[in-house]
């Protein structure tokens, strides 16, 4: 059975850091493309980061470029997402996702939620 499973969010105060796990069963995800997004409240679900089977890594929003990164653990069939000095912006429900050619939908995780508030 197909899963991903998301963890490693909470409560963190301004400034704190927080890493995020996504870890993969029924499939290899070394082989897949692995996305990291978020949805903050009622907006749309935005793509953040993406790490490519070959290991090349992509961050997308500008918000986020030096402060987040994703990390993939081949061993572990887990892809992380290390996030510091996070703002009260960065409050939002957070997924992965996992994507190939072919696949006429990704794989989803149901997401981890990240709240910053002092």
């Known amino acids: 059975q197909v899963q991903l499973v998301e963890s490693g969010g909470g409560l963190v105060r301004p400034g704190g850091h927080l890493r995020l796990s996504c870890a993969a069963s029924g499939f290899v995800a070394s082989g897949y493309t692995m996305n990291w997004h978020r949805q903050i409240l009622e907006k749309e679900r935005e793509l953040i980061a993406r790490?490519?089977?070959?290991?090349?890594?992509?961050v997308y929003p500008d918000s986020v470029k030096d402060r987040f990164l994703i990390s993939r653990d081949n061993a572990k069939n887990t892809v992380y997402l290390e996030m510091s000095s996070l703002q009260s912006e960065d409050t939002a429900m957070y997924s992965c996702?996992?994507?190939?050619?072919?696949?006429?939908?990704?794989?989803w995780g149901r997401g981890t939620q990240v709240t910053v508030s002092s």
């Open positions: 996702s996992a994507e190939r050619a072919g696949m006429l939908d990704p794989y």
């Open positions: 790490i490519f089977p070959f290991g090349g890594t992509v």
